[in-house]
């Protein structure tokens, strides 16, 4: 939502896609008349298809901002014996294929506009930091961060005569409403394992980045960790 919000203040229409089940109509029902919702799975070609037509009306796309990730722990072997398949395979298709999904898709749509400025769009996918420290419990996690992050430089390769660029953002531990409700002492504990500034970082400062990789055209084709240089422990 922060980087909705810093679009819209740049004079920018936004879109937002979530699931049906999620409350996101009504979060961007307080962003105003310039931000409609979508609901889609990132996975559905169709339903994707119905947000980028809802895109086109408010405007030319320039910027996707990908973010769609889900990151249930699970360890390969637990008590109950070896991780299910299907668990394992879920997290790689909402997160490596949805993320493909989407940015193949947008650049469609993106390729049959005119160029400004020498582009004519930028593709921001999320990966994060346990595609390279790695953490007991998360190995579906942590493979599909590493996918997203090895899809950046080819696709920017791919999309080059295009006029397109991909970056990607690897975030550390951000301040987000699911860590509201931690008790005092977890949050602490959270702020120091980020070793300047020792804090969690904040949706503003995410926003920030998307908005710089937006300006500034050298940036493609690489990922770039937001994270305050965090390295956590594997337990």
Request: glycine letters at 10%; proline letters at 6%.
């Amino acid at each position: 939502m922060a980087t909705a919000r810093r679009l819209l203040s740049a004079g920018a229409k936004v879109v937002l896609v979530d699931l049906p089940t999620t409350d996101g109509r009504s979060r961007t029902e307080k962003l105003g008349e310039h931000a409609r919702f979508v609901a889609a799975n990132v996975k559905d070609e169709d339903q994707l298809g119905v947000a980028f037509d809802v895109a086109g009306e408010l405007g030319e796309l320039r910027l996707v901002a990908n973010c769609a990730i889900i990151g249930t722990p699970g360890r390969t072997i637990g008590r109950d014996g070896p991780m299910s398949l299907g668990r394992f395979r879920k997290i790689i298709e909402v997160n490596v294929v949805g993320t493909f999904n989407v940015a193949r898709l947008a650049a469609d749509r993106m390729r049959h506009l005119g160029p400004v400025n020498g582009e004519r769009g930028v593709i921001v996918n999320q990966a994060a930091v346990a595609q390279t420290v790695g953490e007991f419990g998360r190995v579906a996690y942590s493979t599909s961060m590493g996918g997203v992050a090895a899809m950046t430089l080819p696709l920017a390769q791919d999309l080059a005569e295009l006029q397109i660029r991909v970056v990607t953002i690897v975030p550390g531990v951000f301040d987000l409403p699911l860590f509201d409700s931690l008790p005092h002492e977890v949050r602490e504990s959270l702020d120091a394992q980020v070793p300047h500034p020792s804090r969690l970082g904040e949706p503003d400062e995410f926003a920030d980045l998307v908005m710089h990789i937006a300006a500034n055209q050298m940036l493609n084709g690489t990922t770039i960790r937001l994270d305050g240089a965090i390295r956590p422990s594997p337990r």
